[in-house]
């Protein structure tokens, strides 16, 4: 009898344990009610991603740009939308200013459930600043906000952090260099920090995003473009269609609802998102995408 009550005891002890674990997963796959964190959200696709995260629940969408007279608009707008104090604006270097920013919103919120590292340029000519904003500034603000989300520290309840790579990681071209290395950075960075070894430890997802051709006002400084490497860039991209900021946002909803932990996901041609494969291709001078 005794025996049967300890393998009872035992059997109920690892159901519960499943029963947890599913339903932390489902938790952690809801947007509703979360605090999020989107840097260069004031317009393009940060603000689409915000905007459809609120559209499906979200509990505040936090604001980090450094153009204050569109991130001050884009809070207005979404706070229209949605109700009042559903969005918030911090003026934000992303390459200075991670302390005292994540300070501030630590003080206010007491935690964030999502990071969502969208800011970047397009600045071929200045490799260092391309650098710093593309590259380090999405690995250190990942970083500094899995601290504070991993379930093996004492207040970390688990969390999700999305970084925006690009398409351009799947092939290679001679053109924009520094750019494409930035993105292939971004890329390695959150597999490797995602990677489900990590994840059973820390609980906090890492997924990647990567985005073809999108109407944004990302300023791509082409004055080093002459006019051979444009043509031969017109004819790489002809038949890519330019997408909507609109449609990477929805696809980051489906993404943050379904992807597991450490893969990647492109989203291009105004399509739905698409698992990203492991080749690189090697293109040739006029070759089409």
């Known amino acids: 009898m005794t025996l049967n009550l300890i393998k009872t005891f035992f059997v109920s002890c690892f159901v519960i344990n499943i029963v947890s674990a599913l339903s932390d997963l489902k938790k952690e796959n809801e947007i509703e009610g979360k605090v999020v964190v989107i840097t260069g959200a004031a317009q393009g696709i940060g603000y689409a991603i915000a905007d459809n995260f609120l559209k499906n629940g ?23 939308k949605y109700g009042k104090n559903k969005a918030e604006f911090i003026e934000c270097d992303i390459t200075k200013d991670l302390e005292r920013i994540s300070k501030i919103i630590y003080k206010k919120y007491k935690y964030v459930d999502v990071l969502v590292n969208n800011a970047g ?37 688990g969390g999700t952090i999305i970084n925006i790579a690009s398409t351009v990681v799947h092939y290679i071209d001679p053109f924009f260099p520094t750019y494409r290395g930035t993105k292939f950075a971004i890329m390695g960075f959150s597999r490797s920090l995602g990677h489900e070894y990590n994840y059973k430890k820390n609980g906090v997802r890492v997924l990647t995003i990567c985005p073809g051709e999108t109407n944004t006002t990302l300023g791509l400084d082409n004055s080093n473009v002459n006019s051979e490497d444009a043509a031969a860039l017109a004819k790489e991209y002809q038949y890519q269609i330019i997408q909507s900021p609109d449609n990477v946002g929805k696809g980051a909803v489906e993404i943050f609802k379904n992807a597991k932990t450490g893969t990647s996901w492109d989203v291009e041609n105004e399509k739905p998102p698409v698992e990203s494969t492991d080749t690189i291709r090697l293109l040739k001078i006029g070759e089409s995408l």
């Open 58 to 80: 979200a509990k505040v969408i936090i604001i980090l740009d450094i153009n204050v007279p569109k991130g001050i608009q884009a809070a207005k707008e979404l706070n229209c």
């Open 121 to 157: 340029i397009f600045k071929e000519i200045k490799p260092r600043k391309l650098l710093l904003t593309n590259a380090v500034a999405t690995i250190e603000f990942s970083l500094k906000f899995m601290e504070n989300m991993r379930k093996d520290k004492l207040s970390g309840k």
